[in-house]
């Protein structure tokens, strides 16, 4: 889109008014002399401007829902939420169909997957009394946590934690928990 448009930049609000500035620069390119409006449809840009509305209000949303769970999210569970992010707004597409309906479904997606996460890290912080590991499964998951603190494999503890429940091991401030 930015090359359809220069040497025009748009400007999108939050309340989705879309505005056209010339980006003056001495370049020495071609000149061209249009009207605005000739000069979009050109490049079909008001088809588009629809999806670049949607867009623009999705990343403005997201960087304010970001920056709050990049507050209260450990660094493990930050990676996870990057990781859907990339996956929802770039990755999960098929440039075969229609890009708006598979933008609002991997939104949707996405904010399943960050209510989630919410939710555990929920859990983690009220579960934090620590207690000592019991029986055999208490035995296993504190060796093989230690076996991964070793590793520094921070994700790995997490994908544990998750399999084994909310009860399961897990690293918190280098102390071992059941």
């Not at 930015?2 to 000149?31: D, N």
């Not at 493990?76 to 597409?93: D, E, H, N, S, T």
């Amino acid at each position: 889109m930015v090359c359809a448009l220069y040497p025009l930049a748009q400007e999108i609000s939050r309340a989705g008014e879309v505005h056209y500035f010339l980006q003056p620069t001495g370049c020495g390119g071609q000149v061209i002399e249009a009207r605005v409006q000739d000069y979009l449809a050109r490049y079909d840009v008001p088809a588009r401007e629809a999806i670049d509305v949607r867009w623009a209000q999705t990343c403005m949303a997201l960087e304010d829902t970001v920056e709050r769970l990049e507050e209260v999210f450990s660094p493990v569970l930050v990676r996870r939420m990057q990781a859907k992010l990339w996956q929802a707004l770039y990755f999960g597409y098929d440039y075969a169909q229609d890009y708006l309906p598979q933008l609002e479904a991997n939104l949707q997606t996405l904010d399943t997957e960050l209510h989630k996460l919410t939710e555990y890290q929920k859990k983690r912080n009220n579960s934090s009394k620590l207690r000592p590991f019991s029986g055999k499964s208490g035995l296993f998951c504190q060796r093989f946590c230690v076996i991964l603190h070793e590793c520094k494999a921070e994700a790995a503890l997490l994908d544990i934690q998750m399999l084994f429940g909310a009860a399961s091991c897990c690293r918190v401030y280098g102390k071992m928990r059941e």
